[in-house]
């Protein structure tokens, strides 16, 4: 029989998603703050290394390269060079986003089944 997933009545922190998935997956809530502290590093450590990571139905971290550009200090007007940089931004897969404009609580990131039809397709 399928367990119904955990109910979130708030804000999520790192510790608070832990305690979510070990509900849901019936483990310690020890052992689901690694996995999701796992899963966080590997994000940041492909993202440092240049590497986009793209999670089904869910979104894509995009890493890229900011050029080197001219400011200005608003205090002292003194302009100043900002070096070139790696930056990262997050670009919300669109089952997501129709997700959240419904308030879908119910939305999850698992593939549905071959051949069914999703509302993307229609």
Same mark, same amino acid.
């Given at each position: 029989?399928?367990?119904? +997933?955990?109910?979130?009545?708030?804000?999520?922190? &790192?510790?608070?998603? @832990?305690? /979510?998935? *070990?509900?849901?997956? #019936?483990?310690? +809530?020890?052992?689901?703050?690694?996995?999701?502290? &796992?899963?966080?590093? @590997?994000? /940041?450590? *492909?993202?440092?290394? #240049?590497?986009?990571?793209?999670?089904?139905?869910?979104?894509?971290?995009?890493?890229?390269? @900011?050029?080197?550009?001219?400011?200005?200090?608003?205090?002292?007007?003194?302009?100043?060079?900002?070096?070139?940089?790696?930056?990262?931004?997050?670009?919300?897969?669109?089952?997501?986003?129709?997700?959240?404009?419904?308030?879908?609580?119910?939305?999850?990131?698992?593939?549905?089944?071959?051949?069914?039809?999703?509302?993307?397709?229609?």
């Amino acid at each position: 029989m399928k367990k119904k +997933p955990t109910p979130i009545t708030g804000r999520l922190t &790192t510790t608070g998603l @832990a305690e /979510v998935v *070990a509900a849901d997956l #019936g483990t310690t +809530p020890k052992e689901a703050y690694e996995t999701v502290a &796992t899963v966080f590093s @590997a994000i /940041v450590r *492909a993202n440092a290394a #240049g590497h986009d990571v793209a999670i089904t139905n869910f979104g894509t971290f995009i890493s890229y390269r @900011a050029k080197r550009s001219r400011r200005r200090n608003p205090q002292t007007d003194e302009p100043f060079t900002v070096p070139a940089h790696q930056k990262v931004r997050f670009r919300v897969s669109p089952q997501l986003a129709e997700a959240v404009r419904k308030r879908n609580r119910k939305a999850t990131v698992h593939k549905a089944p071959k051949g069914t039809r999703t509302a993307a397709a229609e």
